[in-house]
């Protein structure tokens, strides 16, 4: 179709170099703007695309790459395949209705059309692994782009595989007896979170169970749905108003929206039915929101109790420093800022991606002799 779009395009093609075609024909095997590119664009995607991004998710300290592999490639790989889906049905459907509508006589240039496709495809995944993850954006935007770059060489290289060899029953046989645990096991991950959702969705029609709309709640805040999330806890909290977790997190989600006197009301609520609750966190978040509200005075006491009981987490030590820094005791936020990066360089290497923002954000609060 793309080819019968571009009759009556009477441009002489540029000679380019052999690597420059090599590229494009690459890129546009990628996006499906060749004929007969579809499966192998799939194709690279799951073999190509989600692995690689898997890989460098694992290489930043996220975990290993083979728990990873096991707990999240077929959760991304769903998601990249409907976004590739929702990208370019909406084309096919648009390039048709145009193509028919004037009769099979449109001379219009596909190859643009097929780049915003291709755009809007890499943006719906970046958001896919956001959402997967709990990433910023442009941090889940950088790994699909690292990813999609090895997927278009991937891509490139088809035509130099023998795949016909791929159909060989012996070596499918031996493929699967040698691998076949291991790709089996690629679902687990998967099917273990559908099967937990369906059993706290059932759980839920008790009307007395407050902890099941809690854990709900938790899978929904760590994929950012955050209205649904807040919509869980408030239930749990309106089932069983001593339900502290859920205050907790209620408070951490008003404070990450900067809604502090929201999330000063409801971190209060939690320190009071347990003072120690997630490993005493609710002391820093309190403190955090505070700061925020620019209540300093208020937000010193909470942040000091908190990092006397643990003085190595690098957030906790920041936000007492910016407290102190705004209280005009700069000694003793600049120890605070210092004890931030020294929790974050004596850390786990595994603990370190999660943390390293705390350490340049403290970098930056002392002064360079």
Known sequence: MAQALAEGD?????????????????????????????????????????????????????????????????SLLMCALLCWSAAFLLLAVAIGAVYWGSGGESSIHVAPVFAVATLYFLILTALAVRTVWGTTFFAALGLTLAGSAVAVVFTGLLPFVPIYYLASPFLLFYAWRFMGSEVSSLGDGLRSRQHLRQQLELATTNP???????????????????????????????????????????????????????????LTAAAKLDD???SSEVWRELGSAYAGASRFEEAAPALAKYTSRRPYDPEGQYWFGKTLAALGRANEAQEAFRAAIEAVDTMPKHRRAEVRQWKSMAAKEIPRS
């Open 10 to 74: 009477d441009s002489v093609p540029m000679a380019h170099p052999a690597p420059f075609h090599i590229a494009t024909d690459a890129a546009g095997r990628f996006a499906s703007y060749d004929p007969g590119s579809f499966f192998g664009a799939l194709f690279a995607i799951a073999v190509a695309l989600v692995p690689v991004t898997i890989a460098l998710r694992a290489v930043a300290g996220h975990g290993s790459f083979s728990v990873l592999m096991r707990r999240d490639y077929l």
């Open 276 to 278: 120690k609750l997630a």
């Open 208 to 266: 007395r169970d407050a902890d099941a709309h809690y854990q709900l709640g938790l899978i929904y805040q760590e994929r950012r749905q955050y209205t649904e999330a807040v919509a869980r806890f408030q239930k749990a909290i309106e089932i069983d108003p001593s339900e502290s977790g859920a205050q907790f997190q209620l408070g951490r989600i008003a404070r990450q929206q900067s809604r502090f006197d929201d999330a000063i009301r409801f």
